[in-house]
């Protein structure tokens, strides 16, 4: 399967933002959700953000009110806007997206935060 195609990501301070973008392929009709986990070194991968095509969001309680995700159903595209980034937000951030008996992932982005 095409996966994902996350882009974004990088080196930031404290405090700083970032912004990150996934599309799915084109020859998918619909996704039920598309979001973001992450996964820190010795650390299981987590939920950061999710959005389904009905406009229902769910959040990691550390993010909300930092984080936002929008998407565009008809480009099926996500992206996750990432303000007053903290050091414990640094990870590898991986695009997610979940059709009818279908399930996609990217192959994650770097994001580092310096103190």
């Known amino acids: 399967q095409v996966p994902l195609v996350e882009s974004g990501g990088g080196l930031v301070q404290a405090g700083g933002s970032l912004r990150l973008s996934c599309a799915a392929p084109?020859?998918?009709?619909?996704?039920?959700?598309m979001g973001w986990y992450r996964q820190a070194p010795g650390k299981q991968r987590e939920l950061v953000a999710a959005l389904t095509s009905r406009g229902l969001t769910n959040y990691e309680d550390s993010v909300r009110g930092r984080f936002t995700i929008s998407r565009d159903n008809a480009e099926n595209t996500v992206s996750l806007q990432m303000n007053s980034l903290k050091p414990e937000d640094a990870a590898v951030y991986y695009c997610?997206?979940?059709?009818?008996?279908?399930?996609?992932w990217g192959q994650g982005t770097q994001v580092t935060v310096s103190s």
């Open positions: 084109g020859s998918i009709i619909e996704l039920k959700s």
């Open positions: 997610n997206a979940v059709g009818y008996g279908i399930t996609l």
